[in-house]
């Protein structure tokens, strides 16, 4: 179940950060999300946030996307096909589902590992003042990440709490 678990999460954050190699622009400065969008999802699609870039900057960025879209493997559908049949199945098989988890997991990883290997060399086109902008977002975002997190459990807790 974990394992499953683990592998919604990784799907919807790739389908999230997957995206971000779908633009063909980078603009000069993008616009943070809106309120309404939750923060964990984009985080990486916004990954530039706040950042002014050059127009060198901005087509060597979309030099790597164009690159990455070549070397990135795609989301399997015959494997979502495989999985959508155990789980609609007449007969849970749980070896089954097991391992077919496991075969998405690790095509997820390569997604993810393509992803970061793109978006590093995107970070060391920087200036570092540029970079220290970035990591000042970056921190902006983990500390509203935590406060929501806290907000859910401290919710969570409370809910609990009320039905004992």
């Not at 980078?26 to 984009?42: F, K, L, S, Y």
């Not at 960025?61 to 609609?88: I, Y």
């Not at 978006?119 to 990440?145: A, F, I, W």
Request: proline residues 4%; without cysteine; negative net charge.
């Amino acid at each position: 179940m974990v394992n499953v678990t683990a592998v919604v999460i990784a799907s919807m954050l790739a389908m999230g950060s997957s995206s971000a190699f779908a633009a063909d622009t980078t603009p000069e400065t993008v616009q943070p999300p809106a309120n309404d969008v939750p923060q964990g999802i984009h985080a990486q699609q916004h990954m530039f946030d706040g950042v002014t870039l050059s127009v060198q900057q901005r087509q060597q960025m979309r030099d790597l996307m164009r690159q990455a879209r070549h070397h990135l493997p795609g989301d399997n559908v015959v494997e979502m096909e495989t999985m959508h049949k155990l789980v609609t199945a007449d007969k849970f098989d749980e070896a089954a589902v097991y391992a077919q988890a496991e075969k998405m997991a690790q095509e997820q990883v390569k997604r993810q590992v393509e992803m970061a290997r793109v978006r590093n060399q995107m970070y060391n086109l920087l200036t570092p003042e540029q970079k220290s902008v970035l990591d000042q977002k970056h921190q902006q975002r983990m500390q509203q990440m935590e406060q929501q997190i806290s907000g859910l459990q401290q919710t969570s807790a409370q809910k609990l709490s009320m039905n004992e």
